[in-house]
C-alpha cells in the first residue's frame, strides 16, 4: 500500500467519522427535526468525487455503524444509505456535469428515497405514523449541499486525491 492510497484512505474515512458524530449529536427539540442528512450528503460526495475510493460497500459499512450508534433495527439505515448512493454511483459521470445548485435538488431526491427507506422500515417494525415534521431534513440537506461540496472539494484539491 503506498502513501498516497492511504492519505486517501484516511481523508475519506475521516470525513465519515464526522458525518457519523454529527449524525448522532444532540440537538434542542426545535432544531432536531431540521438536522441535515450528514452521513448521506457526505457519503455523496465521495461517491460522486471519487468513486473508486467510496462505493456501495463503504455506504454499507457506515450505515450499519449509524445504525449500531443509534440503537435501531440493524440494516435499516444500512439499506437506506445504500440505495441512493447505488443511484448516484450508477449515474456520477452525468451528475458531475451538473452545477452544484442542480445537485442539490438531485441530493434532495435521493435524501427524499432516504427518509422513505427509513419509515417504510420502521412503519414494517414499529408501526409508527408519519408527521410532517419527518422531512424537513431534506430540505436542509439540500441546502448545506453547497457548502459541503465546497469544503470537501478544497480537501480533496489539499491533500491531492485522485
Do not use: E
Not at 8 to 25: E, F, K, M, Q, W
Not at 48 to 59: F, I, K
Not at 103 to 132: C, E, M, T, V
Not at 134 to 142: A, D, N, T
Amino acid at each position: 500500500m503506498t502513501a498516497f492510497s492511504l492519505k486517501g484512505r484516511l481523508v475519506v474515512i475521516s470525513s465519515l467519522l464526522l458525518a457519523l458524530i454529527l449524525s448522532i449529536l444532540p440537538l434542542p427539540g426545535l432544531v432536531a427535526p431540521f438536522r441535515p442528512d450528514w452521513l448521506l450528503v457526505i457519503m455523496l460526495y465521495w461517491v460522486l468525487a471519487l468513486p473508486h475510493r467510496a462505493n456501495v460497500g463503504t455506504a454499507w459499512v457506515v450505515g450499519l455503524l449509524l445504525d449500531l450508534l443509534l440503537g435501531s433495527t440493524l440494516g435499516v439505515h444500512a439499506l437506506a444509505l445504500v440505495i441512493p448512493v447505488y443511484l448516484a454511483a450508477a449515474q456520477f459521470q452525468r451528475l458531475r456535469n451538473y452545477s452544484v445548485w442542480q445537485q442539490a435538488f438531485i441530493i434532495g431526491a435521493l435524501a427524499l428515497l432516504n427518509k422513505l427507506i427509513i419509515f417504510w422500515a420502521s412503519y414494517i417494525d414499529r408501526d409508527i405514523q408519519l408527521d410532517y415534521h419527518y422531512f424537513w431534513s431534506i430540505i436542509s440537506s439540500m441546502v448545506i449541499w453547497p457548502w459541503v461540496f465546497l469544503l470537501l472539494r478544497k480537501c480533496r484539491r489539499q491533500f491531492a486525491l485522485v
